[in-house]
């Protein structure tokens, strides 16, 4: 016989943000703790609302399954005594174990014998493990912020209220604190009224249904969706597709109703990310568009309840939606009656880090970094670059901005325009914040992919200079974050660039700060926490381990041509020409591994074979070089596999570690200069093939 179990933890309402990560963390949880106690069952499943958890495990087994347990004890040598009986330790363990010294058995582990005590566990009862396994999963969740109430010890992310736990139709009997686990459970707070008794799933879900809670979360969500388009689409739009907005919503609420609301079209006049903003981060209401892509002068709210006395909860939103919308046009009309270059002034008064000056000193540093970065990569001009870096945080001291931070940059680019600056200015001043979180886009413009670098530059040489670096978990100034944006708009755009070249003059760019480490200690910890970032992303693309050693063991400070050399080395693995290049490079690395010298006395070779070899490679030396230089790794590789008839003559014909010291110098030599020429790609001694 198999039952359904039905464990539900009812709180106060528990935060959105924490449900998503509740719910994954209690599947987890189950299965193990579950599993660990030998109960099987079909179906497992983990609903969840703001004001309750629930574990659903269906056909769950009446029995425990049986198990063997084997305990290893002493090694056999201290188990028994020179005469060959029972030692004090032997028959300990025997004690120990509830067994008589002759069931115990003798194993081998690790070369060594132990004695091993095997006992067969018949399973319990299910009714009898659930009372301890249940408290155990209710314990173990963790929150990123707990709490405890009245004058109790547990901790939960908010105050425990209820407990349902039925195994069938009977009562599992626990208690967390003064909680004591029932057949009770509770409908939706201000829907329903009383205790519900249950008797089993079924009516579980359906009384729970009948009393306004909607409790599988897939289903509640694709009730908010569904709603908020129909109300939109009788309001003549559609409605703003936010994944974070729509999982937000669904733990807010048990029983969904969405409905739509106005405000004065004359608010429009704020930029629409303003809109959009105050109606999202403040309200949690899905903003609507036109056919023709226009924000609308309205919103879909998401009610947790029935549709009863609707006007009155729409008037209600409207008046607090209005001041939001009012405060936001004050700002916006305030802030445009300044130039944003008037702002800029205000960065003395504003203290970028206390140990690397103002935010005047950073405007500063950052218009010298980005005219450095404009000459080598050719992007924009001086004039251009450094009148968006002067401009870039000025926003930050505007009233918009200070009320609605997520805006920065946003609004710089609306104050700039406004201002009558530069179209790519002011696209640079929006898109050196990018990227804003993982898989946001990059910047685009040519100043702006300037600016966004040295934003980064500016940002990791200081932070690095000073001795601020990311530690375990700790990355308060977002470095990784910053070094990863810096490798993708790099790699992204192909620029090529002596990063190395540029972290230097970067550094330099701090003249007057007192920082802790040198230019060249700081530039190498960077190229190093730079590159680990860029190992990284080339993983998450699908580049294996081996060829990223490989070619990483070629070190430059030029991102994009070891993203090309990496795109090579991984094409070569499925190349026709592989096993010819990897015959050349592992029989002429292989001996020549430890030679230091590449040298060659032409005069002392005497076989056809090596000569033949000699010329061979003189002659293409050049051209693998220019090859190389051309960034045609491919092409440097095909005309190196080229050399297999030849390096297979040279040492079918010839010995190399002969008595004649000159001789095998200039045959080492030849084997070095030719392995040599190969690793200017990568280190192929790292390849698994």
Same mark, same amino acid.
């Given at each position: 016989?198999?039952r359904?179990?039905i464990?539900?933890?009812?709180?106060?309402?528990?935060?959105?943000?924490?449900?998503?990560?509740?719910?994954?963390?209690?599947?987890?949880?189950?299965?193990?703790?579950?599993t660990?106690?030998?109960?099987?069952?079909?179906?497992?499943?983990?609903?969840?609302?703001?004001?309750?958890?629930?574990?659903?495990?269906?056909?769950?087994?009446?029995?425990?399954?049986?198990?063997?347990?084997?305990n290893r004890?002493?090694?056999?040598?201290?188990?028994?005594?020179?005469?060959?009986?029972?030692?004090?330790?032997?028959?300990?363990?025997?004690?120990?174990?509830?067994?008589?010294?002759?069931?115990?058995e003798i194993?081998?582990?690790?070369?060594?014998?132990?004695l091993?005590?095997?006992?067969?566990?018949?399973?319990r009862?299910?009714?009898?493990?659930?009372?301890e396994?249940?408290?155990?999963?209710?314990?173990?969740?963790?929150?990123?912020?707990?709490?405890?109430?009245?004058?109790?010890t547990t901790?939960?992310?908010?105050?425990?209220?209820?407990?349902?736990a039925?195994?069938?139709?009977?009562?599992?009997?626990?208690?967390?604190?003064?909680?004591?686990?029932?057949?009770?459970?509770?409908?939706?707070?201000?829907?329903?009224?009383?205790?519900?008794?249950?008797g089993g799933?079924?009516?579980?879900?359906?009384?729970?249904?009948?009393?306004f809670?909607?409790?599988?979360?897939?289903?509640?969500?694709a009730?908010?969706?569904?709603?908020?388009?129909?109300?939109?689409?009788?309001?003549?739009?559609?409605?703003?597709q936010?994944?974070?907005?729509?999982?937000?919503?669904?733990?807010?609420?048990?029983y969904?109703?969405?409905?739509f609301?106005?405000?004065?079209?004359?608010?429009?006049?704020?930029?629409?990310?303003?809109?959009?903003?105050s109606m999202?981060?403040?309200q949690?209401?899905?903003?609507?568009?036109?056919?023709?892509?226009?924000?609308?002068?309205?919103?879909?709210?998401?009610k947790?309840?029935?549709?009863?006395?609707?006007?009155?909860?729409?008037?209600?939103?409207?008046?607090?939606?209005?001041?939001?919308?009012?405060?936001?046009?004050?700002?916006?009309?305030?802030?445009?009656?300044?130039?944003?270059?008037?702002?800029?002034?205000?960065?003395?008064?504003?203290?970028?880090?206390?140990?690397?000056?103002?935010?005047?000193?950073?405007?500063?540093?950052?218009?010298?970094?980005?005219?450095?970065?404009?000459?080598?990569?050719?992007?924009?001009?001086?004039?251009?670059?450094?009148?968006?870096?002067?401009?870039?945080?000025?926003?930050?001291?505007?009233?918009?901005?200070?009320?609605?931070?997520?805006?920065?940059?946003?609004?710089?680019?609306?104050? *700039?325009?406004? @201002?009558g600056?530069? #179209? $790519? !200015? =002011?696209?640079? /001043?929006?898109?050196?914040?990018?990227?804003?979180? &993982?898989?946001?886009?990059?910047?685009?413009?040519a100043?702006?992919?300037?600016?966004?670098?040295?934003?980064?530059?500016?940002?990791?040489?200081g932070?690095?200079?000073?001795?601020?670096k990311?530690?375990?978990?700790?990355?308060?100034?977002a470095?990784?974050?910053?070094?990863?944006?810096?490798?993708n708009?790099?790699?992204e755009?192909?620029?090529?660039i002596?990063?190395?070249?540029?972290?230097?003059?970067?550094?330099?760019?701090?003249?007057?700060?007192?920082?802790?480490?040198?230019?060249d200690?700081?530039?190498?910890?960077?190229?190093?926490?730079?590159?680990?970032r860029?190992?990284?992303?080339?993983?998450?693309r699908?580049i294996?381990?081996?060829v990223?050693?490989?070619?990483? *063991?070629?070190? @430059?400070?030029?991102? #994009? $041509? !070891? =993203?090309?050399? /990496?795109?090579?080395?991984?094409?070569?693995?499925? &190349?026709a020409?592989?096993?010819?290049f990897?015959?050349?490079?592992?029989?002429?690395n292989?001996?020549?591994?430890?030679?230091?010298?590449?040298?060659?006395?032409?005069?002392?070779?005497?076989?056809?074979?090596?000569?033949?070899?000699?010329?061979?490679?003189?002659?293409?030396?050049?051209r693998?070089?220019?090859?190389?230089?051309?960034?045609?790794?491919?092409?440097?590789l095909?005309?190196?596999?080229?050399?297999?008839?030849s390096?297979?003559?040279?040492?079918?014909?010839?010995?190399?570690m002969?008595?004649?010291?000159?001789?095998?110098?200039?045959r080492?030599?030849?084997?070095?200069?030719?392995?040599n020429?190969?690793?200017?790609?990568?280190?192929?001694?790292?390849?698994v093939?």
């Amino acid at each position: 016989m198999k039952r359904d179990l039905i464990l539900e933890i009812g709180v106060e309402e528990l935060p959105s943000a924490y449900m998503t990560r509740a719910l994954a963390d209690l599947q987890t949880l189950a299965e193990k703790k579950l599993t660990e106690a030998r109960l099987g069952y079909d179906r497992l499943q983990i609903l969840g609302t703001p004001r309750r958890l629930t574990i659903i495990a269906e056909g769950m087994t009446e029995m425990q399954g049986d198990a063997n347990i084997e305990n290893r004890g002493p090694k056999k040598t201290s188990a028994f005594d020179v005469d060959g009986k029972p030692s004090k330790a032997g028959l300990g363990f025997a004690r120990g174990q509830g067994l008589e010294f002759d069931q115990l058995e003798i194993r081998e582990q690790g070369g060594i014998e132990y004695l091993f005590a095997v006992k067969r566990e018949a399973g319990r009862p299910a009714a009898e493990v659930l009372p301890e396994v249940l408290p155990d999963i209710i314990n173990s969740l963790v929150f990123p912020k707990s709490m405890r109430w009245g004058a109790y010890t547990t901790r939960f992310a908010r105050p425990i209220r209820w407990l349902l736990a039925l195994f069938g139709q009977d009562i599992v009997r626990f208690a967390i604190e003064n909680i004591e686990s029932s057949n009770l459970t509770y409908g939706h707070r201000f829907l329903s009224s009383g205790s519900l008794e249950v008797g089993g799933l079924a009516e579980y879900k359906q009384k729970l249904r009948d009393n306004f809670v909607i409790l599988d979360q897939e289903e509640r969500q694709a009730m908010v969706w569904q709603q908020v388009q129909d109300v939109a689409a009788r309001a003549g739009g559609h409605a703003m597709q936010n994944e974070d907005l729509l999982e937000e919503v669904t733990y807010l609420v048990e029983y969904p109703t969405a409905f739509f609301g106005s405000f004065s079209s004359s608010y429009l006049e704020v930029p629409p990310e303003v809109l959009t903003t105050s109606m999202i981060e403040h309200q949690r209401y899905f903003p609507v568009y036109s056919d023709s892509g226009d924000l609308l002068p309205g919103f879909i709210g998401v009610k947790n309840g029935r549709d009863y006395s609707m006007d009155l909860v729409i008037a209600g939103n409207e008046r607090v939606i209005k001041a939001r919308l009012e405060d936001a046009l004050f700002f916006w009309r305030e802030d445009g009656k300044k130039t944003l270059e008037s702002m800029v002034p205000g960065f003395e008064n504003v203290m970028f880090h206390e140990r690397l000056g103002t935010l005047m000193d950073k405007v500063n540093r950052l218009g010298q970094i980005s005219v450095n970065l404009g000459t080598v990569t050719g992007l924009s001009s001086s004039d251009k670059l450094q009148r968006a870096a002067l401009l870039a945080k000025a926003d930050l001291l505007s009233a918009m901005v200070y009320e609605f931070p997520e805006l920065q940059g946003i609004m710089g680019r609306y104050y *700039a325009l406004q @201002s009558g600056e530069d #179209t $790519e !200015v =002011a696209q640079a /001043i929006l898109e050196h914040y990018l990227p804003r979180f &993982a898989g946001d886009s990059l910047p685009a413009s040519a100043a702006g992919i300037v600016l966004c670098l040295s934003e980064k530059l500016h940002n990791l040489v200081g932070c690095f200079a000073i001795g601020i670096k990311p530690t375990g978990s700790q990355d308060p100034y977002a470095l990784r974050r910053q070094a990863l944006g810096l490798v993708n708009i790099i790699l992204e755009n192909k620029l090529h660039i002596d990063l190395r070249k540029i972290l230097l003059e970067t550094y330099a760019c701090f003249s007057g700060v007192k920082l802790k480490f040198d230019a060249d200690t700081t530039a190498s910890e960077l190229m190093e926490f730079i590159l680990q970032r860029m190992r990284g992303i080339l993983q998450e693309r699908g580049i294996s381990y081996d060829v990223i050693d490989a070619v990483f *063991a070629v070190p @430059s400070s030029d991102l #994009t $041509e !070891v =993203a090309d050399r /990496i795109t090579c080395v991984d094409e070569f693995k499925n &190349a026709a020409y592989r096993d010819d290049f990897m015959v050349v490079y592992n029989r002429a690395n292989n001996l020549s591994r430890k030679w230091e010298n590449d040298e060659v006395d032409q005069s002392v070779l005497v076989d056809e074979s090596e000569k033949n070899l000699y010329a061979t490679m003189h002659h293409l030396a050049p051209r693998v070089r220019d090859m190389i230089a051309r960034r045609d790794y491919e092409g440097a590789l095909r005309a190196l596999a080229g050399l297999r008839s030849s390096v297979d003559d040279f040492f079918e014909a010839v010995m190399i570690m002969v008595d004649d010291e000159r001789l095998k110098a200039s045959r080492l030599g030849l084997l070095k200069s030719i392995a040599n020429y190969c690793q200017l790609v990568a280190d192929f001694s790292k390849l698994v093939i």
